[in-house]
């Protein structure tokens, strides 16, 4: 019913930026949460952002907090992830997540019923 499709993942050098993109297709309620998920090898995956769709409100993990930026463009059905300042810790496979209904940011993945494909970020030291 909902069909999440990132883009804009790549390889850079620590300092520099990247910005992803996530598309959102099918029938989608009035209200829902669209959230960043990462996943580096080996470990958990880890939320990154978060915002209320219809509000607007943000939430991010302290640890790119001031470096990330979540946003929404409502005409496009599209959710964005600017990433600045961009550290070798912030490697990995970066998820979109839609939690349809949704009236609050959760962090925890399972709340989140929709998720795209991953693209893959990598940051060089």
């Known amino acids: 019913q909902v069909q999440l499709v990132e883009s804009g993942g790549g390889l850079v050098q620590a300092g520099g930026s990247l910005r992803l993109s996530c598309s959102v297709s099918?029938?989608?309620?009035?209200?829902?949460?669209m959230g960043w998920f990462r996943q580096a090898p080996g470990k958990e995956r880890d939320f990154v952002a978060g915002?209320?769709?219809?509000?607007?409100?943000?939430v991010y993990a302290d640890s790119v907090r001031g470096r990330f930026t979540i946003s929404r463009d409502t005409a496009k059905n599209t959710v964005y992830l600017q990433m600045n300042s961009l550290k070798p810790e912030d490697t990995a496979v970066y998820y979109c997540?839609?939690?349809?209904?949704?009236?609050?940011?959760?962090?925890?993945?399972?709340?989140?019923?929709?998720w795209g494909q991953g693209t893959q970020v990598t940051v060089s030291s």
């Open positions: 997540a839609a939690d349809r209904e949704g009236k609050y940011v959760s962090s925890r993945s399972r709340a989140y019923e929709y």
């Open positions: 099918g029938r989608t309620f009035s209200r829902y949460v």
């Open positions: 915002l209320n769709w219809s509000a607007g409100s943000t």
